[in-house]
Every structure is written in structure tokens, then in C-alpha cells.
């Protein structure tokens, strides 16, 4: 099992910036990569960003050049930095762990960009 905790969401306005954490415990050594997501009410969850245990990263075209995801593999957390936000950065991100065989959500942070 893998527990995933997502912290750093909040208001902020157009222009601003945040940058959300998600701290993995439990059977790290089992993850391949980690994701962000992110779902706004009546949508599908959509994917954001990606890191391999290499380090090798994957954007979502609507963040690219905005947003950055990183990891500290001392602390067992993946961050994403996110920049130059706008109100359609508004949404719940998730966290998301990938094993072989499964994959692991934690519950979400609420990000709202707003003037």
C-alpha cells in the first residue's frame, strides 16, 4: 500500500503562483512514476504532470512552460510548482501514484485562481 498526503492548495489571483506538495509513505519502493491531476465538478480528471524515477518529466500541453514538477527522494514528496496562474487553473488536484500493478490517489488539494 501506498498513502499519498497533497497540501499547498489555496486562493490566489491571476498572475500568482503556488506550489502544492504530495508526501508518499508506505511501499514507496514499489512506485514507478508520480502524477499530478486535476478535476473541476461535472469534468473527467485530467492529467497535468508526470515524474519518472529517473527524473524524466511529461506536461500537459495547458501548463507547459507554467508549471514544473520536481521530487525530493530524501523526503519521499513530489512538488508542483505552478506559475503564472489563470482562472482555468482552477480545479482539486490530485496526487498519484503508479506501481506495476496499481495505482494510488490521494485526496486532493483545492487551487482556486481568482481576482
Known amino acids: 500500500q501506498v498513502q499519498l498526503v497533497e497540501s499547498g492548495g489555496g486562493l490566489v489571483q491571476p498572475g500568482g503562483s503556488l506550489r502544492l506538495s504530495c508526501a508518499a509513505s508506505?511501499?514507496?519502493?514499489?512506485?514507478?512514476?508520480m502524477r499530478w491531476h486535476r478535476q473541476v465538478p461535472g469534468k473527467e480528471r485530467e492529467f497535468v504532470a508526470l515524474?519518472?524515477?529517473?527524473?524524466?518529466?511529461d506536461y500537459a500541453d495547458s501548463v507547459k512552460g507554467r508549471f514544473t514538477i520536481s521530487r525530493d527522494n530524501a523526503k519521499n514528496t513530489v512538488f508542483l510548482q505552478m506559475n503564472n496562474l489563470k482562472a482555468e487553473d482552477t480545479a482539486v488536484y490530485y496526487c498519484?501514484?503508479?506501481?506495476?500493478?496499481?495505482?494510488?490517489w490521494g485526496q486532493g488539494t483545492q487551487v482556486t485562481v481568482s481576482s
Open positions: 515524474i519518472t524515477n529517473g527524473g524524466s518529466t
Open positions: 498519484n501514484a503508479r506501481t506495476s500493478s496499481q495505482i494510488y
Open positions: 508506505g511501499d514507496i519502493f514499489r512506485i514507478n512514476h
